[in-house]
């Protein structure tokens, strides 16, 4: 433990408690625990995006995938980017334009029923539970590597912190931490890259042809199949990250910080440059670590690879870019545990305590005391599930989360602005078939059983691809269809015209 270290770590610490502790001072109401009172300009709300979407699996996960398995390790970087066009063009506006606080609220602007509210929520928990875990993990070995600590004390540190922001900060603190981390860490992404760079001396031919020769894989490293043999397996995973954005709850509460769908489209066109410019960057920390660092000693320190980053910053730049990459990787993940925090207390507090226990009649006080007791609940239980995970790539615990997203989420969200003939039941329907289709499969599949011992339980998988969403997502569409068809009741036809004006135009007044 060196004293560089420490300091930076302190200093990360200090700058975001004292944002916090101001942000404190205005979060006085509901809308600004939750929204930040829908205050935020185009580019800092796309700056704190780029900020809770730069997680761990991607800082850490992505470049320890790629560093491992080369070519099969950008498919993450690839479909991370790809999703943030459907949340454009799908999703963001018309979300900005019917919802208040939470995805249920943009659900329920056309079904009025609380079981519809409650699925949302429950699917909403679900998917912040897994993006936690993910995060916590990512946490844990790094702290571990800085410090030394035992993993468990090193998560517990981390969930600490996230929930000190989230109960005292709500949105106001999470959002200005998110665009501080953004900033931080491309400016060590880029120092980074750099320096690979100038040791493949600036010349992007050299780089690939030497990496054909520095890694155990040979001239594989740069071909797709050295992790995803099986191309359905592939093809499933795509379809995850690619849909799987535009149903997370945390970034689509995002769009609710922003007073019109004019700011949140903005909003996403910075996220988007900047969430591009950082995934092209990560074949540098990819390739630096394979080439400088070397597989054995990225797998001896983490087995997943999840440290592949703060070691090529040591080998580059010594303890001083080490200092500041690993300052940068806490920074990061404690902005996305404190959004993830959030999004999951206000889908209990809001949508279950609030709209469906006390049928709405709740008062501001009412509602920020629900909230902070349920940013603590969803802190504990992901801390928990968190020290059972230590040992999996956390980019692949992502593409989990992603999976549930795309599966539950994003059809009743289409359907919800774009079927006319779309009712209650079909969308009960869609949420609870992708959710319960997702997480069954998950737990029949390789992640969960393998013949070799690796996974948690030592068998033979029942379904054989790693993530489901190449089947959870079109059942997540079927169910939706089906519930619709065969239930005998009709929605109101005016009510989808209402919807439709409010989703395309912002008018809120009822037609």
């Not at 099986?230 to 690619?242: E, K, N, P, R, Y």
């Not at 709850?249 to 769908?261: C, E, G, Q, S």
């Not at 200092?323 to 993940?333: E, K, L, N, Y």
């Amino acid at each position: 433990m060196n004293a560089t270290v420490i300091s930076l770590f302190l200093i990360i610490v200090g700058i975001t408690l004292a944002i916090t502790y101001f942000a404190a001072k205005r979060t006085n109401t509901a809308s600004e625990f939750y929204t930040a009172g829908g205050g935020l300009t185009g580019w800092q709300n796309g700056l704190a995006i780029a900020g809770d979407y730069l997680s761990a699996a991607s800082f850490l996960g992505i470049a320890g995938a790629i560093a491992l398995f080369g070519f099969d390790g950008f498919f993450f970087s690839i479909g991370y980017l790809v999703a943030y066009l459907v949340v454009l063009f799908i999703v963001a506006e018309p979300l900005r334009n019917l919802g208040k606080y939470t995805l249920a609220d943009m659900i329920n602007a056309r079904f009025q029923a609380k079981k519809v509210r409650g699925t949302a929520a429950l699917s909403s928990i679900t998917i912040v539970i897994f993006y936690m875990i993910a995060q916590l993990v990512g946490a844990g070995a790094l702290i571990q590597l800085l410090f030394g600590i035992e993993y468990w004390m090193a998560v517990l540190l981390v969930g600490i912190m996230m929930t000190i922001y989230v109960i005292f900060g709500g949105m106001t603190a999470t959002s200005w931490v998110q665009i501080i981390k953004a900033v931080l860490l491309m400016v060590g992404t880029v120092i980074i890259s750099f320096l690979v760079f100038s040791r493949f001396d600036f010349n992007l031919f050299q780089m690939f042809s030497e990496m054909q020769s520095a890694t155990p894989l040979g001239a594989d490293y740069l071909n797709p199949g050295a992790r995803y043999t099986v191309g359905l397996d592939t093809i499933s995973l795509m379809i995850a990250l690619v849909l799987g954005t535009a149903g997370l709850p945390h970034i689509l509460m995002r769009f609710f910080t922003v007073r019109d769908a004019k700011t949140a489209r903005s909003s996403v066109m910075w996220a988007t440059w900047i969430v591009g410019i950082f995934y092209v960057l990560t074949i540098f920390l990819g390739f630096g670590a394979a080439a400088f660092v070397g597989r054995e000693a990225i797998i001896s320190e983490n087995p997943a690879g999840n440290m592949a980053a703060p070691l090529l910053a040591q080998v580059l730049g010594g303890d001083l870019l080490f200092s500041f990459v690993a300052a940068v990787a806490f920074a990061t993940i404690l902005a996305v545990v404190a959004g993830l925090v959030l999004s999951g207390a206000s889908a209990f507090a809001h949508d279950i305590y609030g709209q469906i226990i006390k049928k709405g009649k709740i008062t501001e006080k009412e509602q920020m005391l629900a909230a902070r007791y349920a940013s603590l609940g969803v802190s504990i239980f992901s801390i928990l599930l968190a020290l059972f995970a230590q040992n999996l790539n956390v980019a692949f615990l992502v593409s989990l989360a992603f999976c549930v997203a795309a599966s539950a989420n994003l059809p009743v969200i289409i359907f919800t602005i774009y079927w006319k003939k779309f009712n209650t039941t079909g969308a009960m329907a869609g949420m609870l078939t992708g959710l319960i289709s997702s997480l069954i499969l998950v737990i029949l599949s390789p992640n969960v059983f393998s013949p070799e011992g690796t996974a948690m339980i030592t068998g033979d998988p029942i379904f054989p691809l790693t993530n489901p969403a190449l089947v959870s997502v079109p059942l997540g569409f079927i169910g939706a269809v089906i519930g619709t068809l065969v239930s005998s009741k009709q929605e109101d036809t005016k009510k989808y015209a209402e919807v439709k004006v409010k989703a395309d135009t912002g008018y809120r007044e009822t037609l």
